[in-house]
């Protein structure tokens, strides 16, 4: 009798210290996925924080397309709207024109006006500056006007020019004095070389002459 006491006492000791152990790994394991739910909130906070900060950069570069287009589209519409901007340069062989804020760019290529690494005029080019020449007397014969000379990045070999900077100056000298040759007063007329620090699609549209006249 005596030893089925003790048997029945031990045995419930067994299961005790077993609900024990069971409450123990609960606990564990109860921490361990609150630590993980916590790490999860973590990131979720992070990651909603990460692409709030996208849809804003995102916000802002559709906002300032936006707003680049509406320039855009407003400077078109006034190069459209001034017939005699349009009229004057745009059957001249060789120029482009576009408008830069409100300053007019007449655009020549280079190879039209010169010969490989050379500053002086070929003799078909004349007529092509001619033309501008007149065009500027008649349309804007007291603006400013500021010739801008470029080239490809190629750097110099075969020539007598230090350098890149140094051709695109000569070229943007030439052109400024046939158009003095031509009428338009030289005290208006100034010079920049920006060598080939701003090159086009293709070599040969880098190599070009600015024509820009002021708007004042």
């Known amino acids: 009798m005596m030893r089925t006491k003790i048997m029945t006492v031990l045995a419930g000791l067994v299961v005790g210290f077993s609900m024990v152990g069971c409450n123990s790994n609960l606990q564990t394991e109860n ?13 979720y906070k992070e990651a909603s924080g990460a692409l709030q900060s996208a849809d804003d950069d995102l916000r802002r570069a559709t906002d300032n397309l936006r707003s680049q287009e509406e320039i855009s ?3 078109q ?8 901007t349009i009229s004057v340069f745009e059957n001249i062989n060789g120029v482009d024109v576009s408008l830069r804020d409100k300053d007019l760019a007449l655009t020549v290529a280079s190879d039209l006006l010169f010969n490989s690494g050379s500053a002086t005029l070929k003799k078909s080019a004349k007529s092509t500056l001619g033309h501008v020449a007149t065009a500027l007397n008649s349309t804007y014969p007291n603006q400013s006007i500021v010739i801008m000379g470029y080239t490809d990045t190629d750097k110099i070999t075969k020539s007598n020019f230090k350098s890149n900077w ?4 000569d070229r943007a000298w030439s052109v400024r004095d046939y158009l003095v ?15 080939p620090t701003k090159p086009l699609a293709t070599k040969s549209a880098s190599r ?4 820009v006249v002021v708007d004042e």
């Open 31 to 43: 921490d361990l996925l609150k630590k993980e739910n916590e790490e999860l909130r973590a990131q």
């Open 73 to 75: 589209a407003d400077l």
């Open 77 to 84: 519409t006034e190069l459209d709207t001034r017939p005699e």
């Open 166 to 169: 140094h051709l695109a100056f």
């Open 181 to 195: 040759s031509k009428g338009v007063s030289q005290n208006r007329i100034s010079i920049e070389s920006w060598g």
């Open 208 to 211: 070009r002459v600015d024509i």
